[in-house]
């Protein structure tokens, strides 16, 4: 069984940095794909970001694109969430998950692992 434990949410002004964190349990971390996932009071949970099992392959949602960056550490079985210039649309629930292999996924269904999520908001 794997569980995922995201930290590092909080609540801040606009424009401000955030990074989040999902450590992992478990020894087969580094063969899959990692990513972030959130979800807005009363909205469907969306696609963030995703990196590869390497690290050496990232992909975003348009809407955090330049200022939001996915990195992992395998040896820590950690993967992170730098948000930085964080505007209140970016307030939310946000998520770990953990790939069904190593591809580069958009869609929660290509997730079969999740965290219990980490709120972040932000305030005009």
């Known amino acids: 069984q794997v569980q995922l434990v995201e930290s590092g949410g909080g609540w801040v002004q606009a424009g401000v940095s955030l990074r989040l964190s999902c450590a992992a349990s478990?020894?087969?971390?580094?063969?899959?794909?990692m990513g972030w996932f959130r979800q807005a009071p009363e909205k469907e949970r969306e696609f963030v970001a995703v990196?590869?099992?390497?690290?050496?392959?990232?992909a975003y949602a348009d809407s955090v694109k330049g200022r939001f960056t996915i990195s992992r550490d395998n040896a820590k079985n950690t993967v992170y969430l730098q948000m930085n210039s964080l505007k209140p649309e970016d307030t939310a629930v946000y998520y770990c998950?953990?790939?069904?292999?190593?591809?580069?996924?958009?869609?929660?269904?290509?997730?079969?692992?999740w965290g219990q999520g980490t709120q972040v908001t932000v305030s005009s």
């Open positions: 998950a953990r790939g069904v292999n190593s591809g580069l996924g958009r869609d929660t269904q290509m997730y079969d692992y």
């Open positions: 478990g020894r087969t971390f580094s063969y899959y794909a």
């Open positions: 990196i590869s099992r390497g690290g050496g392959s990232t």
